[in-house]
């Protein structure tokens, strides 16, 4: 199923953790989707010619 977690403001760059409780439910399954989505993001720098928004370095899903 679909769930939407509670948002979090990121307003400077730099590395920050997204943390969220997730219900076991979602997580039996051996495939688990996810999705960002942005309201802002940073004008094009470099060579890359496109904005910037996030990169993720890891996901991580832990049961307890």
């Known amino acids: 199923g679909r ?3 509670d948002p ?3 307003s ?3 590395n920050y953790t997204y943390a969220r409780d997730v219900p076991p439910e979602l997580l039996d399954t051996n495939l688990v989707r996810i999705n960002f989505s942005l ?3 940073a004008p094009p720098v470099g060579p890359w010619g496109r904005e910037l928004g996030i990169v ?3 996901i991580s899903l832990v049961t307890e």
């Open 3 to 5: 769930r939407a977690f």
């Open 8 to 10: 979090q403001v990121f």
């Open 12 to 14: 400077e760059f730099g």
């Open 39 to 41: 309201d802002k993001s």
């Open 56 to 58: 993720v370095g890891s």
